[in-house]
């Protein structure tokens, strides 16, 4: 120990004891007679960093968020002078769970990480850190942290589970269900890895996997031992989907007849309102689904995105995109060639672009980005000189975006060689002034569905939220999301100088192949018989939209006009939506009061 280095002085041995058995007593949950003890510690030994660093922690737990942090800076302070790095990865810790729950991710994932910094060997600073980055869809860093985690201790149950969560979420769940299982063979709990095995199964489609691998949990259990609720909620997923919807109604209410964390909570009431619906109770299924969306809405992680910001920045494009200024872009953007061998395939969501998608990637010409798009990688690198920067993409700023473009799209799909790639975001619909001045000669291909039916399905949604999705947590400002985007979309298009073609959902459903002839057609690559299996090469894809539980399904006909069971529900959207129902050739709404 360096010079600069001191010690706390030794305690005198009734005070430790007492001390010793305060820790004890805090451990067992009473952190408020532990407290007691802690402060004659203190008040003996003010630099007892231990002492001062376990009441910061009895004051979190006891809702003192406020002292909690000053307690735990000084202890802080107090380990880097007494050199006692566990102690500082501790401190760091909980400083980090204190700065989290005030809302401050960005100050957490430093404490956290200077927590795994000081003591590799202390397992929570790097959990909580994997877990945050986990929270904020920074995946790749996530897996990273629990990666090194399990190398460190292989047996830690959070960063297994975590591990897995990430790879689902980031739309692998085979490779979850592979860890999964790979943790189970290496004798981890069979409860909570089968369970999350069974999860994993049923968002890869493997529903009889997923049924087995749930029969074994319950054939594990103690006879008499309640079903844990999340076992419920899996089993319900799994049930509904194979059209047990008495079981699954059963089992979805037993789960939410539990305590359950927030994310549970509200994955239950998705599930439940699909359920509902299937049973043709809309009444439930609306209660359930505006429920569902108003957990999320009360989380966290949600009220970091601003839906009304969204909205607010399509409005200045919009205007900024005057009819003039698209028609002028249009006719200087005549004398260049760049994306002959680009799509951008747009629509509003839920308007069936995944199942067409999954089409498209069956044809040996075409390749599919998976909403992971390219040209809002370029949208977000031009930040906020975005829309005004477009009108100076002539040159080599140009040049170096269309670079960007393409490495984007070729770290999703490989090299492109002779193929046409298809952009598939359904929201790009609003950046296509952005993409004629790179692409000039990309294609757009406009998926269009009965603005009431997509709206309805927004809301039913359990969307990863950002900014856009936000707005769909209400039914009426789902509404007026699709009459910004969709009117946008109107204002624009006839002075945009890209090929456009749309189709709608409905067509698509009812009469497959002439609907998939147009669009090949339009696209430069004809009909061919590969876009028959189509269903079969999505079994092989990980899919991360909503749509994974029906691509690869047989086409069914129920969600076409599914709203006309919810027009009670629907009428103070009605009117919003009614001018678009006419403009693209739907059935206009007649009033059933």
Same mark, same amino acid.
């Given at each position: 120990m360096t010079a600069s280095m001191t010690a706390p002085a030794p305690l005198p041995p009734a005070l430790q004891q007492a001390f010793?058995?305060?820790?004890?007593?805090?451990?067992?949950?009473?952190?408020?007679?532990a407290e007691a003890v802690y402060r004659q510690v203190l008040e003996q030994a003010p630099a007892h960093a231990e002492a001062r660093h376990l009441l910061a922690i009895a004051r979190l737990q006891q809702g003192d968020v406020a002292q909690a942090d000053q307690q735990a800076q000084q202890a802080l302070a107090d380990a880097h002078q007494q050199g006692n790095q566990a102690l500082v990865a501790k401190a760091c810790n909980t400083r980090g769970n204190i700065v989290a729950a005030l809302g401050k991710p960005d100050a957490a994932l430093k404490l956290f990480a200077a927590a795994e910094q000081a003591d590799p060997s202390f397992a929570d600073g790097a959990f909580n850190l994997g877990t945050v980055l986990l929270s904020l869809d920074r995946l790749d860093e996530a897996r990273a942290v629990f990666q090194r985690l399990l190398a460190r201790h292989p047996g830690h149950q959070g960063a297994i589970n975590n591990l897995g969560a990430a790879l689902i979420k980031d739309g692998r769940p085979t490779e979850a269900a592979d860890h999964y299982r790979a943790a189970l063979d290496a004798g981890g709990p069979t409860a909570t890895l089968g369970i999350n095995l069974a999860s994993a199964l049923e968002l890869a489609n493997q529903l009889e996997a997923a049924q087995e691998a749930l029969e074994t949990v319950v054939a594990g259990l103690a006879e008499g031992e309640a079903l844990p609720a999340q076992l419920l909620l899996v089993r319900g997923r799994v049930a509904r989907r194979q059209g047990n919807l008495d079981q699954a109604a059963a089992d979805i209410a037993a789960a939410l007849s539990q305590p359950l964390q927030p994310s549970d909570q509200i994955e239950a009431l998705f599930v439940q309102g699909l359920i509902f619906d299937q049973q043709n109770k809309p009444a439930e299924a609306f209660a359930a689904f505006r429920d569902g969306n108003a957990v999320v809405a009360t989380q966290p992680a949600s009220q970091r995105h601003d839906g009304a910001a969204y909205l607010r920045d399509l409005e200045v494009a919009g205007l900024w995109f005057t009819p003039q200024r698209l028609t002028t872009m249009a006719d200087r953007a005549k004398r260049r060639s760049e994306g002959e061998n680009v799509v951008f395939f747009v629509g509003f969501p839920r308007s069936g672009t995944t199942l067409m998608e999954q089409v498209l990637e069956a044809h040996p010409r075409l390749v599919t980005t998976m909403e992971s798009s390219p040209l809002e990688v370029v949208h977000r690198r031009l930040g906020r000189a975005y829309?005004?920067?477009?009108?100076?993409?002539?040159?080599?700023?140009?040049?170096?975006?269309?670079?960007?473009?393409?490495?984007?799209?070729e770290a999703v799909v490989g090299p492109l060689g002779d193929q046409i790639l298809v952009d598939k975001m359904p929201l790009n619909i609003t950046l296509l002034g952005l993409a004629q001045a790179l692409f000039p000669r990309a294609r757009v291909l406009v998926a269009l569905r009965d603005p009431r039916d997509a709206v309805l399905s927004c809301f039913m949604q359990n969307f990863r939220l950002n900014p856009a999705m936000a707005n769909f947590l209400d039914i009426e400002q789902a509404a007026r999301t699709y009459a910004t985007v969709m009117g946008m979309w109107q204002a624009q298009q006839p002075h945009l100088g890209l090929r456009c073609h749309s189709y709608r959902y409905e067509d698509l459903v009812e009469q497959f192949t002439p609907t998939v002839e147009a669009v090949l057609d339009f696209l430069g690559v004809g009909w061919d018989a590969a876009v028959e299996q189509y269903r079969e090469k999505a079994q092989g894809r990980q899919i991360v939209t909503?749509?994974?539980?029906?691509?690869?399904?047989?086409? +069914?006909?129920? @969600?076409? %006009?599914?709203?006309?069971?919810?027009?009670?529900?629907?009428?103070?959207?009605?009117?919003?939506?009614?001018? +678009?129902?006419? @403009?693209? %050739?739907?059935?206009?709404?007649?009033d059933q009061a």
């Amino acid at each position: 120990m360096t010079a600069s280095m001191t010690a706390p002085a030794p305690l005198p041995p009734a005070l430790q004891q007492a001390f010793e058995q305060a820790v004890v007593t805090h451990r067992g949950g009473h952190p408020d007679q532990a407290e007691a003890v802690y402060r004659q510690v203190l008040e003996q030994a003010p630099a007892h960093a231990e002492a001062r660093h376990l009441l910061a922690i009895a004051r979190l737990q006891q809702g003192d968020v406020a002292q909690a942090d000053q307690q735990a800076q000084q202890a802080l302070a107090d380990a880097h002078q007494q050199g006692n790095q566990a102690l500082v990865a501790k401190a760091c810790n909980t400083r980090g769970n204190i700065v989290a729950a005030l809302g401050k991710p960005d100050a957490a994932l430093k404490l956290f990480a200077a927590a795994e910094q000081a003591d590799p060997s202390f397992a929570d600073g790097a959990f909580n850190l994997g877990t945050v980055l986990l929270s904020l869809d920074r995946l790749d860093e996530a897996r990273a942290v629990f990666q090194r985690l399990l190398a460190r201790h292989p047996g830690h149950q959070g960063a297994i589970n975590n591990l897995g969560a990430a790879l689902i979420k980031d739309g692998r769940p085979t490779e979850a269900a592979d860890h999964y299982r790979a943790a189970l063979d290496a004798g981890g709990p069979t409860a909570t890895l089968g369970i999350n095995l069974a999860s994993a199964l049923e968002l890869a489609n493997q529903l009889e996997a997923a049924q087995e691998a749930l029969e074994t949990v319950v054939a594990g259990l103690a006879e008499g031992e309640a079903l844990p609720a999340q076992l419920l909620l899996v089993r319900g997923r799994v049930a509904r989907r194979q059209g047990n919807l008495d079981q699954a109604a059963a089992d979805i209410a037993a789960a939410l007849s539990q305590p359950l964390q927030p994310s549970d909570q509200i994955e239950a009431l998705f599930v439940q309102g699909l359920i509902f619906d299937q049973q043709n109770k809309p009444a439930e299924a609306f209660a359930a689904f505006r429920d569902g969306n108003a957990v999320v809405a009360t989380q966290p992680a949600s009220q970091r995105h601003d839906g009304a910001a969204y909205l607010r920045d399509l409005e200045v494009a919009g205007l900024w995109f005057t009819p003039q200024r698209l028609t002028t872009m249009a006719d200087r953007a005549k004398r260049r060639s760049e994306g002959e061998n680009v799509v951008f395939f747009v629509g509003f969501p839920r308007s069936g672009t995944t199942l067409m998608e999954q089409v498209l990637e069956a044809h040996p010409r075409l390749v599919t980005t998976m909403e992971s798009s390219p040209l809002e990688v370029v949208h977000r690198r031009l930040g906020r000189a975005y829309p005004e920067v477009v009108e100076r993409l002539d040159g080599q700023a140009g040049e170096r975006l269309r670079e960007a473009f393409f490495e984007a799209a070729e770290a999703v799909v490989g090299p492109l060689g002779d193929q046409i790639l298809v952009d598939k975001m359904p929201l790009n619909i609003t950046l296509l002034g952005l993409a004629q001045a790179l692409f000039p000669r990309a294609r757009v291909l406009v998926a269009l569905r009965d603005p009431r039916d997509a709206v309805l399905s927004c809301f039913m949604q359990n969307f990863r939220l950002n900014p856009a999705m936000a707005n769909f947590l209400d039914i009426e400002q789902a509404a007026r999301t699709y009459a910004t985007v969709m009117g946008m979309w109107q204002a624009q298009q006839p002075h945009l100088g890209l090929r456009c073609h749309s189709y709608r959902y409905e067509d698509l459903v009812e009469q497959f192949t002439p609907t998939v002839e147009a669009v090949l057609d339009f696209l430069g690559v004809g009909w061919d018989a590969a876009v028959e299996q189509y269903r079969e090469k999505a079994q092989g894809r990980q899919i991360v939209t909503p749509s994974y539980r029906d691509v690869t399904a047989p086409l +069914f006909t129920r @969600a076409m %006009g599914r709203w006309q069971a919810y027009q009670a529900q629907l009428a103070p959207v009605l009117p919003i939506l009614e001018p +678009f129902v006419e @403009a693209f %050739g739907y059935p206009p709404t007649v009033d059933q009061a």
